[in-house]
Every structure is written in C-alpha cells, then in structure tokens.
C-alpha cells in the first residue's frame, strides 16, 4: 500500500504543519478486468474480498442496498492536473482533474456508487464497480438518501455520437427508473431526440409535458431531472390513448408521438423517424 509523505496541510493562520498520512488498505478488488481502458463505461460486476482483519466492520452491511467505495488507483498517473475526457467526446475542452472523475489526479482516491447484490463472509458481490483487478480498498460507507441531490448543476460531458448517448441514457434511466420496461425505452428514445434539437436537457428552462404512462413520465423526470414544482418544469398527464412528450425550451418546441410500440427489439437499432413522429418549431 502506498504512503501520503509529508503532506504539507495549512491551518487558517497559514502555519505550516508537516504530516504523514498513512493509509492501510482493507481489501481489494476481484474482477476479470486487468485494464482500465477496457472497463465498461458503467462498471461491472465485481468482487470486493475484505481481509479478514476487518471482516468485524463488515457486520449489517446487507442492510444496505448500495454503498459509497474508497479505493486506490494504484496505477495513476498522479502528475497529471488537466485532461480532456476523450473517451466520452475527444472534442470537449481540458478541465482540471478536481471538476472531473478522471482516474489520473495527484491523489487517486476513486469514489464509487455501487449496488451490493450479495455478502458472503467478506467477500462482498457488488454491481457497477469501474476498479481493476487488485485495487486496493481504502473505506466503505453506505449510501443514504441524503446523499442524492435531485436536480444538481454539472457540466455537459456530452458523448460524442449518438449510439453513445443512446448508452448514457438508458444507463442513467435504469439507475432511477430501476426496471427496464418498454415505457423506460420509449422515454430515453424520446430524451435522446429532445438532446438532438434542443441540446442539453436538464437545463432550468426546458419545460416538458409527458402524455402516457407513469413509467414514461418517471424515466423522461429521471433523465430530465425536471421537478413538478419548485421551479415547475414537469407536467404529467396518464394517458392509455397516446404516448406523447412535448417540450420547449424559449421559442422552440418540440413535440415527440409514437409510431409505433418501442421495445428491446427496435430500440437499439431503428430510425429515430420510425419509431417516433418529430415536430420541431
Ligand atoms: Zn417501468
């Protein structure tokens, strides 16, 4: 395990107080990926085996659905301050490695989100952990629900072509709408074009009504992070007759119908103009 040497850490009257931060690792990750370049971009499946020294923290764990990982990516470039996320989009701008997730920071504590699906002893199963093989384990902590913060201000990481962002979306529409309905496919087909016209989504001036079922609206409102109040920008009408979303965003309008029944088996591959009737003012 690496050590943190002679950190310098400045109080407020600007002494300088010399201090040596030792960490222990706690475990380590098991997975049947070796490179960082080849991990999904949502993480997998994985293993985390605590060592047994700890295994006594590890006691009402699976009173948790999802928990909060401390890990080490050991093999960090920890010079680097500035990157551009290219495998997302390699025509976005540099940022500062402290306003992105970029593994490469100078210290690389990675922070993960991941769901526990099993503990047996101390080994932890754990879904959408994006850590290689053998990354030590610095902390676990549990999520809670004052963790979410609904509707944030982030930058628009934007992936750069379409099947991406297909991607991104149905990633992100599954985390909130947590099953994967034809209606969850219908609403990030219908995201994914509202993206197209009228840019980013979640912007404070983009207002949507969603005609259709709940799953639909509870999708496009996961996606959009449009609130029903406060400030309004989500309206919701049940509707068994038409699976509708209009939106505006200042003069625009864009109103989105569906042809026909979306599903696993036109939702990856089929035209935009198939599966939905686009009306862009
Ligand atoms: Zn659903």
New binding site residues.
Partial sequence: MECLKNLEIFDREGITINEDINLQAIGVVNTDIDDPLKMPMGGKLARVDIFPAYQQALLRIEENSHLWLLLWFHKSDRNILSTRPVRVNPDLPEYGVFSLRAYNRPNPIALTKVKLEQVEGNHLWVSGLDAINGTPVLDIKPYYESDIVFSPRTPYIRPCNRQMRLQHFHRHALTY????????LTGVRMVLEADEYLGQVTEPDVLITVYG????A??IQGLTLARLANPVRFTFIESDEKLQSQWTKGEHSLVLTCRQHINQDNFWDMDNKELLEIEYK
């Fill in positions: 709408h947590q099953e994967e309905c034809n209606d969850l079922s709940r799953c639909l509870d999708t």
